[in-house]
Nanobody
Framework: QVQLVESGGGLVQAGGSLRLSCAAS????????MGWFRQAPGKEREFVAR??????VTYYAVKGRFTISRDNAKNTVYLQMNSLKPEDTAVYYC???????????WGQGTQVTVSS
């Protein structure tokens, strides 16, 4: 059983930076693909970034501004967000996929608000 806890969200001005953290329980963290998703009010949840068990990364629409990384020794995945834009405002969720592209575990989300 995996439990995920996000932290690091907050209110920032456009152009600013935030680093989100997702702490995972369990001893098999290194075996999971970890992903970040976000959901803005009135919109569907969308994929942001993914890092697999081998460290390979995938980004969607935020490449060049966001960086995903993981520290298996700390059971933690990070999302470094730079050059934030108002359209980045959303609740950001961490998710873990023990199986092939199936995000079975989700965190509670952390609010990111970017002001103009």
């Amino acid at each position: 059983q995996v439990q995920l806890v996000e932290s690091g969200g907050g209110l920032v001005q456009a152009g600013g930076s935030l680093r989100l953290s997702c702490a995972a329980s369990g001893r098999t963290f290194s075996m999971y693909t970890m992903g970040w998703f976000r959901q803005a009010p009135g919109k569907e949840r969308e994929f942001v970034a993914r890092i697999n068990r081998s460290g390979g990364v995938t980004y969607y629409a935020v490449k060049g501004r966001f960086t995903i990384s993981r520290d298996n020794a700390k059971n933690t995945v990070y999302l470094q967000m730079n050059s934030l834009k108002p359209e980045d405002t959303a609740v950001y969720y961490c998710a873990a996929a023990p199986s092939t592209d199936s995000y079975e575990y989700w965190g509670q989300g952390t609010q990111v608000t970017v002001s103009s």
